[in-house]
């Protein structure tokens, strides 16, 4: 199978301007097959499986970033960052399974099927630094990140006795999806308390929502039916609110002490539909 991959990246400055960015994609070709064997005895009946699985995949990449820099003076800098990854598995299989007692086949399963794995990722973020005098900094970040992963699978199941007669024929498929998304924003402060004391603070919030929506479809007769015993949701919306500061003390050239406090305040909710 083919594998390949290429990137490049760049920087470019200007006055007070400085753009970058990158971008790299890859390519990965799989040719995979699993055989899985099991004996067991049970009621005096020596029960034999043997599954095979012959899978022909593919994983696709793609990660980018663009970014903005600009110098408003020489001690104050706003920046913009772009970032997006892609992540895509792809697999056709065809799986056997046979059912053997004692030492006759009893069972026969063929299964096509084929999986979609899709994994998306999108960031922005807005950044301002500034520079005080005495060595007093400013940070302010504030960022937004979408992650969405999801699995769409369709089986096509067949039965058949172990004369080769044909039992039944069955279609189904399942899906996940879930989609997470954040909102960060974050301040820290620094500054010195004396010619041996640092002192660095900050605050930072976070709002996530997240949802997990899982599904189990069967067709019959041209209908997809759900079952709803397969089938479910969750929501979750969580709000972290923190602050910090640390000290850090230079007792003498070769010993250092770092004192430090943080609170932090939850709040979250998860429900179920």
Do not use: C
């Amino acid at each position: 199978k083919p594998l390949g991959a290429a990137s490049f990246n760049f920087n470019h400055r200007k006055r007070a301007w400085n753009l970058f960015g990158d971008y790299a994609f890859a390519y990965t070709g799989m040719l995979q097959y699993f055989d899985i064997y099991r004996n067991i005895q049970k009621g005096g009946d020596a029960i034999e499986t043997d599954i095979n699985s012959d899978r022909n995949a593919a994983r696709i990449t793609h990660n980018g970033r663009l970014g903005v820099d600009y110098e408003l003076s020489s001690k104050t800098t706003i920046g913009i960052l772009l970032s997006a990854f892609s992540n895509l598995y792809k697999m056709d299989a065809f799986n056997q399974s046979h059912i053997i007692i004692n030492q006759q086949l009893d069972t026969a399963v063929h299964i096509n099927n084929a999986e979609d794995h899709p994994i998306y990722n999108y960031s922005a973020n807005i950044n301002l630094y500034h520079l005080f005098k005495g060595d007093k900094k400013l940070s302010l970040n504030l960022d937004y990140v979408y992650y969405w992963d999801a699995n769409f699978t369709d089986y096509h199941n067949q039965y058949y006795k172990g004369n080769g007669a044909f039992l039944l024929n069955t279609i189904t498929r399942s899906s996940k999806e879930t989609p997470i998304r954040f909102w960060v924003g974050s301040a820290d402060y620094t500054t010195k308390l004396g010619k041996r004391t640092d002192l660095e603070m900050g605050v930072k919030s976070t709002y996530s929502t997240f949802i997990n929506d899982v599904w189990f479809e069967e067709q019959l007769q041209n209908n997809w039916v759900r079952d709803e015993a397969l089938t479910s949701s969750y929501h979750l919306k969580e709000n972290i609110n923190a602050a910090y500061a640390t000290a850090s003390i230079e007792l003498d050239k070769k010993t250092t002490a770092k004192l430090g406090l943080r609170f932090e305040h939850p709040l979250s909710n998860l429900g179920s539909a």
